[in-house]
């Protein structure tokens, strides 16, 4: 929050009403999909984590939990880098979301191969490097919404999070016992959807358009 306050406009131009209401509906069901979707994928790849310990000997309990540290520190990184550097003043967030869901998928690629621990640590790395870097972008668009509507926009990310979150890891659970090591490739099918919207609609995640003189 330190990090948003420091960095989002004091003021943002006006628009049109109608302008505003087509444009704020649109880039709300973007930032709900985007956020329900890498939740989903985030949670189905964590309980993942988890039950390929079960299924590989050499794996113990200790290296686990070393992985969900790695994780915790490489989405610290990234928000780090993103708000010191000012990034998503000087990049457009599309173009930030379209980098974190490929690098997502690279590290689930690398997931759903790896052969040795070093490429599973290789791989959750990437993956958390990528929802790491998506999630803040997502919050930092919905921070632009106009004052009498944040609220209600940040109360369904939330909600739009929890339950991408709650289906991820029925879904993960299901994937894990049915296809094992490879249930890491079909979660990286919807950050492949997702991608292909967000190329297909250039203005699909724009910024969220503030009203008024205080803006956002």
Known sequence: MPGLART????????PDSDVATTGQQGMS?????????????SGFELGIVLQ????????????????????????????????TSLLD??????????GLLIGMAGLAVMALHRTDSWMYLGVSLTSAGTGLVLPVI?????????????ATMGGLAAAAGFGQTLGSAAGGWLFGSLAQRSFGWLALPLVITLFMLLA???WCARQPARGGNGA
């Open 53 to 84: 310990g079960q299924q590989h000997a050499n794996l113990t309990t200790q290296q686990i939990a070393l992985m969900f540290v790695e994780c915790s520190l490489v989405m610290l990184v990234i928000n780090a880098v993103l708000f010191f």
């Open 30 to 42: 973007a930032l709900l999909w985007l956020s329900g979707v890498v939740m989903f994928v985030l």
């Open 139 to 151: 919050t930092f668009l919905a921070a632009g919404a106009a004052h009498q509507k944040l609220g």
């Open 201 to 203: 609609r250039p203005r």
């Open 90 to 99: 000087k990049v457009p967030a599309r173009v930030v979301i379209a980098f």
């Open 8 to 15: 989002l406009p004091i003021r943002q131009a006006q628009l």
